[in-house]
């Protein structure tokens, strides 16, 4: 018991996957380490008692289930919405946006149980490595970090098998290889047969959504109100941040609306193939940019696409924790201030479409806009404008003629 007392101590970031699960034996024989093992609750499907048990029985020193998904949607998923982050256009970083935040828990879990080590279950080929590496060196560079399978590489065949070896409790079965990741912004899926990028993923690569055949033959639609780029309220009933969030996924699920399969151009290099189930990120982003396209200018609008861009790249990239990271979402809030209204939208078979939009502050005028009677527009003023607006390509073409 003497001895134990004076081992150092290591926080591994534990999912309760087959990476993480492993990884505990693996910590305690090759660097003789007391594991405290910590998940972080940002609304995936484990249940805390389930986790930590689980965690314990594997021989975890101690363990936790940590409940962050009220931070996790207020402090990092409605700055990626108002900078409706998608990366390379397709996906909505669900499983990006949560690591800046199971990071800060990792940190503050080392710095108050007096732990030298953290560790993660990344690989070294994926984006997350660098996600979990570069963001506690941001917050706590006296902090080591170790990544067991970038050092023990195994296949995930080999690891179930040394998990069965071992008497390690794994929920990972040989038949179904997928490496999942949930959150409250989306469902990730990679490995098995995924990695053919010619073929179309089974059904059972999906663990959300209903199939969009298979969904209900009747559109649904709903009213999403915004305040200042947030969404507060369904159907004019207000909710909290989470529930807007799950209430949202529910309902897109029912009408298969979110999923996604792409090839992806990951940090390191390597182009990877994943699918990701996203509902309410889905819907939200389209309701978002629809407010949006109402309440702001259009030169407001060209610029800030190339901030939303940068800001997707940085937040992929794991340099959330960075001045530029904070600089540009001050700028993306500056532009919130009055994207306040309501978007209708109809989810059916597997889509959403924006049917609706409305606003106090709209710069929507009807009367400008309409071709048929009331309309207000001074059709004498287009000639003048033309004639200037033309006029720098009039006076190229006239020299160049000559």
């Not at 309440?295 to 990239?317: A, G, H």
């Not at 919130?336 to 709209?362: A, D």
């Amino acid at each position: 018991m003497s001895d134990k007392i004076h081992r150092e101590k290591v926080v591994l970031a534990y999912s309760g996957g087959l990476d993480t699960s492993v990884a505990i034996k693996w910590l305690q024989d090759k660097y003789d380490l007391d594991v405290i093992a910590i998940g972080v609750n940002v609304g995936q499907s484990h249940n805390k008692d389930d986790i930590v048990a689980r965690a314990l029985r594997n021989g975890a020193f101690k363990s936790d289930f940590v409940d962050r998904r009220k931070e996790f949607v207020e402090e990092y998923i409605w700055p990626a919405l108002k900078a409706n982050a998608m990366y390379q256009d397709a996906y909505p970083l669900s499983t990006a946006i949560a690591r800046p935040l199971i990071v800060k828990t990792l940190v503050e879990f080392a710095q108050a149980n007096g732990a030298k080590y953290i560790a993660h279950g990344c690989t070294a080929k994926g984006n997350d490595q660098v996600r979990f590496d570069v963001g506690v060196i941001s917050l706590d560079p006296s902090l080591k970090i170790i990544g067991p399978m970038r050092e023990w590489v195994m296949t995930r065949e080999e690891e179930i098998e040394y998990a069965k070896q071992n008497g390690i409790e794994i929920l990972v079965k040989k038949e179904n290889p997928f490496s999942v990741d949930e959150n409250l912004w989306g469902r990730s899926c990679e490995c098995g047969v995924l990695e053919n990028a010619w073929l179309e993923p089974p059904e059972e690569a999906w663990g959300w959504t209903t199939n969009p055949k298979d969904a209900t033959n009747e559109a649904e639609y709903l009213t999403i109100d915004f305040e200042k780029g947030i969404p507060i309220a369904i159907n004019d009933k207000r909710l909290g941040s989470i529930e807007i969030v799950e209430t949202l996924n529910k309902i897109a699920c029912k009408h298969g609306v979110g999923r996604i399969d792409h090839v992806e151009d990951r940090l390191i290099g390597i182009k990877s193939r994943e699918t990701y189930e996203c509902p309410a990120a889905t819907v939200l982003l389209k309701a978002h940019k629809a407010l949006e396209f109402m309440t702001l200018q259009k030169d407001v609008l060209e610029y800030k696409r190339s901030i939303e861009q940068k800001f997707s790249e940085i937040l992929y990239n794991g340099l959330w924790f960075g001045v530029l990271r904070e600089s540009l979402q001050s700028f993306i809030d500056k532009t919130q201030e009055f994207v306040t209204g309501s978007v209708r939208v109809k989810l059916f078979k597997g889509n959403v479409m924006v049917v609706g939009r409305k606003s106090l502050y709209s710069l929507y005028d009807e009367g400008l806009a309409t071709y048929a009677k009331g309309d207000g527009f001074d059709h004498k003023s287009a000639v003048g404008f033309i004639y200037c607006w033309g006029l720098p390509n009039k006076t190229v073409a006239t020299v160049h003629k000559k």
